[in-house]
């Protein structure tokens, strides 16, 4: 027998809420692929692929919009996606261990009572702000995504009470 979860159970293990999921389901980027007598979501094995999919292009910075453009145009295999999970990690690993390596000369340098330079620090506050920047454009996409959210939800429910 083919094995389902409920909303509650999918969404525990996504490590998501139960009304991300639902919103994920009213604007036809996730659905589930059944339901049950009594209404409740039903998800397969397949929709979770679909999800990790989902949320590995999130992690990649991409707007829920294009991920939905890309998820139902069939442009990204599973196996592309996870390669390009795989770069972004790669790349973020080499930032954090240049920084790790300017950190380190500087200690080192401390250590041996020598003078440090200004072109010292000058490397390691160029990879901190690398990797700052990184940050940052990754959080403004996150805010950017939230904010499409609730302007189409707030286009959807005009006139509600605030």
Known sequence: MLREWK?????????????????????????????????????????????????????????????KVIMDGDQLSLSDIVSLQMDRLKENIRLQQKLLHELENVSSRMQRNELLTVENFTKIMQTMRMNHEKFFVERKSSWENHLDQLSTYLDEHPGEPD
């Open 7 to 67: 909303v509650g159970e999918l969404a525990k293990m996504a490590g998501l809420t139960v009304r991300t999921l639902r919103f994920y389901d009213q604007i036809g980027l996730f659905s589930p692929s059944g339901h049950s007598d009594s209404g409740y979501r039903l998800y397969t094995e397949t929709d979770i692929s679909r999800l990790q999919q989902i949320l590995s292009l999130k992690e990649l910075g991409l707007s829920l919009e294009q991920i």
